[in-house]
């Protein structure tokens, strides 16, 4: 069975425990590997994100919270350099620092074979990324489109003047290397386009977001593709 595969059937053995958790021991016999090896895979769960819990003493042992489980995680070595290569050209990119934790967490559960490949392949890609926006007026701007909740932004264009505006947030796009808030401004009551490099400070309001929509932004580019990757439709 490879690591992979173990981990996740690892994650459902300690589900199927339930409250009253596994042993180790158990754990290590069922899968036919050591204990150290089977509190190793443990560990690499938890880094993962899996709530694992530990109860010491007799009658102890490892479960995980009931209601969740971990999906296998099977990639290529190309394909973990792929996300790795992704994450690293694009520190600007909304939610970056999320995505990059989010890599780490699968490369702690590949397969030693799989990681030591991917390892080797990822010395052969450089990146010299541009600095990035201020990491608070990212986690600004992430935390109000995600909450869908009113921003408040100093903001100076490229004329030069500088306002302080509210702004419902409604999409990031990216063109031409450059990353852009669109939102419902509520100074011009108007849909505008915020470079994110040229937001000079960023606070998330208690105010929710009115309902302004991805249709009122207007058409995208032909070429223009949402992440999710499933077409040119928003």
Same mark, same amino acid.
């Given at each position: 069975?490879?690591?992979?595969?173990?981990?996740?059937?690892?994650?459902?053995?300690?589900?199927?425990?339930?409250?009253?958790? %596994?042993?180790?021991?158990?754990?290590?016999?069922?899968?036919?590997?050591?204990?150290?090896?089977?509190?190793?895979?443990?560990?690499?769960?938890?880094?993962?994100?899996?709530?694992?819990?530990?109860?010491?003493?007799?009658?102890?042992?490892?479960?995980?919270?009931?209601?969740?489980?971990?999906?296998?995680?099977?990639?290529?070595?190309?394909?973990?350099?792929?996300?790795?290569?992704?994450? @690293?050209?694009?520190?600007?990119?909304?939610?970056?620092?999320?995505?990059?934790?989010?890599?780490?967490?699968?490369?702690?559960?590949?397969?030693?074979?799989?990681?030591?490949?991917?390892?080797?392949?990822?010395?052969?890609?450089?990146?010299?990324?541009?600095?990035? %926006?201020?990491?608070?007026?990212?986690? @600004?701007?992430?935390? @109000?489109?995600?909450?869908?909740?009113?921003?408040?932004?100093?903001?100076?264009?490229?004329?030069?003047? %500088? %306002?302080?505006?509210?702004?419902?947030? =409604?999409?990031?796009?990216?063109?031409?290397?450059?990353?852009?808030?669109?939102?419902?401004?509520?100074?011009?009551? @108007?849909?505008?386009?915020?470079?994110?490099?040229?937001?000079?400070?960023?606070?998330?309001?208690? =105010?929710?977001?009115?309902?302004?929509?991805?249709?009122? =932004?207007?058409?995208?580019?032909?070429?223009?593709?949402?992440?999710?990757?499933?077409?040119?439709?928003?």
């Amino acid at each position: 069975m490879k690591r992979a595969e173990r981990l996740h059937a690892l994650s459902e053995a300690l589900r199927r425990g339930g409250s009253r958790g %596994t042993s180790a021991e158990r754990l290590a016999r069922d899968f036919e590997v050591s204990v150290r090896t089977v509190k190793r895979d443990l560990q690499a769960l938890e880094r993962s994100g899996a709530p694992i819990w530990s109860r010491p003493g007799p009658g102890g042992g490892y479960g995980l919270a009931l209601g969740t489980t971990l999906p296998p995680v099977s990639l290529s070595p190309v394909q973990a350099v792929a996300l790795m290569a992704a994450a @690293a050209a694009a520190p600007d990119a909304p939610y970056a620092d999320l995505a990059t934790a989010g890599v780490a967490k699968i490369l702690d559960v590949l397969d030693p074979r799989t990681r030591a490949r991917a390892d080797a392949l990822a010395d052969r890609i450089w990146v010299d990324a541009p600095p990035t %926006t201020s990491r608070v007026v990212r986690s @600004a701007l992430e935390e @109000a489109m995600a909450d869908q909740r009113v921003m408040r932004i100093r903001y100076t264009s490229g004329t030069g003047s %500088t %306002t302080t505006r509210d702004v419902e947030p =409604v999409l990031f796009a990216s063109t031409n290397g450059q990353w852009y808030l669109v939102g419902w401004c509520r100074m011009r009551d @108007a849909m505008r386009w915020f470079t994110v490099s040229r937001v000079e400070r960023a606070s998330v309001t208690s =105010v929710s977001c009115s309902g302004h929509t991805v249709a009122e =932004v207007g058409e995208p580019p032909a070429h223009a593709n949402p992440v999710h990757g499933r077409g040119n439709q928003y």
